[in-house]
T-cell receptor, first 112, second 114 residues
C-alpha cells in the first residue's frame, strides 16, 4: 500500500520566518494530497490540498508544491505567527480508493 | 467541523468490556470514516462507510466492527476492548461525494482501556 514519509518530525522557527515541511509518497497512482493542521485536543483541520494535475497552490501565507516525478510534496508557511504552532500532517490518496494515507506529523513551534 | 459530533468525548473502560463510539453528522454526506491516532503512527483508517449498511475494512480493522443504519450515524464498536485499543478515535466525512476527497474530521474521542 501507499507509504507516506514526513520530515522533519519537529520544527522550531522564529515568528516571521518561513517553515517548510516535506513529504514523500511511494505509490505513483496517488493523485490527491491534503495537508491538515491539528491543535492540541482537537481534530485535524484541512488547511490546503492539491491534486496531481497542479504543481503549486497558494492560499494567503500557505502554499503547497507537488513534484510528481520525484513523488514528493511540500507545505510552505510564510511569515509564521505563534498561532501557526501545531502538528501538521500530510496525506496522499488514490482517488479511486477510500483511504487517506497519513504521514506521522510535524510538530511546528513558532516562537515570538 | 463540517457538522460532525462524536460521543463520548472521553471514556475509560476495562479490558474485556464492549465499547461503542458514535459519530453523528448533520449534512447527509455519503462517505464516513473511522480513524485512530497513536503517537508515532499518525492517523490510520479502521473502517469506512459508503452508504447506509455499506461498510468496509481499513488498514487496522482487527478487533473493531462498525454499523451504519442511518445516513447520519456511524458507530464503531470494540466487542472486547484491549489495552492496545487505547487511542484517540476520529470520525471523518467526505463532502465532495467522491471517495477520499476532502475529508473533514470530528473532535475525537479519547479512549483509555485499563
Amino acid at each position: 500500500g501507499e507509504n507516506v514519509e514526513q520530515h522533519p518530525s519537529t520544527l522550531s522557527v522564529q515568528e516571521g520566518d518561513s517553515a517548510v515541511i516535506k513529504c514523500t509518497y511511494s505509490d505513483s497512482a496517488s493523485n490527491y494530497f491534503p495537508w491538515y493542521k491539528q491543535e492540541l485536543g482537537k481534530g485535524p483541520q484541512l488547511i490546503i490540498d492539491i491534486r496531481s494535475n497542479v504543481g503549486e497552490k497558494k492560499d494567503q501565507r500557505i502554499a503547497v508544491t507537488l513534484n510528481k516525478t520525484a513523488k514528493h510534496f511540500s507545505l510552505h508557511i510564510t511569515e509564521t505567527q505563534p498561532e501557526d504552532s501545531a502538528v501538521y500532517f500530510c496525506a496522499a490518496s488514490i482517488n479511486s480508493g477510500y483511504a487517506l494515507n497519513f504521514g506521522k506529523g510535524t510538530s511546528l513551534l513558532v516562537t515570538p | 467541523d463540517a457538522g460532525i459530533t462524536q460521543s463520548p468525548r472521553h471514556k475509560v473502560t476495562e479490558t474485556g468490556t464492549p465499547v461503542t463510539l458514535r459519530c453523528h453528522q448533520t449534512e447527509n454526506h455519503r462517505y464516513m470514516y473511522w480513524y485512530r491516532q497513536d503517537p508515532g503512527h499518525g492517523l490510520r483508517l479502521i473502517h469506512y462507510s459508503y452508504g447506509v449498511k455499506d461498510t468496509d475494512k481499513g488498514e487496522v480493522s482487527d478487533g473493531y466492527s462498525v454499523s451504519r443504519s442511518k445516513t447520519e450515524d456511524f458507530l464503531l464498536t470494540l466487542e472486547s476492548a484491549t489495552s492496545s485499543q487505547t487511542s484517540v478515535y476520529f470520525c471523518a466525512i467526505s463532502t465532495s461525494g467522491g471517495r477520499t476527497d476532502t475529508q473533514y474530521f470530528g473532535p475525537g474521542t479519547r479512549l483509555t482501556v485499563l
